[in-house]
């Protein structure tokens, strides 16, 4: 069974707004980190927004900040991410994750250790 699981993609048209949720209910590990990555075909897999687990504190890709918020409802056990005015070329696959280490390096997608199976977004213009 999957730890981490991500839902609330879809297809949206240039501009719109989309919430990305992952189910963080089901882990077994003790987090110090979640991210959210996404990868577009024949692209690398590249570094959305994490969260540190024991101070809260949130860093986002350059490309997406003031335009996606972080954060986690911890009366659902999800962490979301609100995506606003998106763009053609934000069309992926977005993967959730997780990490047990130090959590330094936030940006760094080989280091979480657990990952959810994805969720597609489309962005049409």
């Known amino acids: 069974q999957a730890e981490l699981v991500e839902s609330g ?15 963080i209910s089901k882990t077994t590990f003790r987090p110090t980190a979640f ?4 990868q577009a075909p ?17 860093l986002y890709a350059d490309s997406v900040k003031g335009r996606f918020t972080l954060s986690i409802d911890w009366a659902k056990s999800t962490v979301e991410l609100q995506m606003n005015n998106l763009k053609p070329e934000e069309t992926a696959v977005y993967y959730c994750a ?8 936030l940006t ?10 994805g969720t597609q977004v489309t962005v049409s213009s």
Not at 35 to 38: A, D, H, K, S, T
Not at 98 to 105: E, N, P, V
């Open 42 to 58: 024949g692209k690398e897999r590249e570094f959305v927004a994490a969260v540190r687990w024991a101070d809260g504190h949130t």
């Open 108 to 117: 760094r997608h080989n280091l979480y250790t657990h990952w959810g199976q």
């Open 35 to 38: 991210g959210w990555f996404r």
């Open 9 to 23: 993609g879809g297809e949206v048209q240039v501009g719109d707004s989309l919430t990305l949720s992952c189910d």
């Open 98 to 105: 997780g990490r047990t280490d130090l959590a330094a390096f």
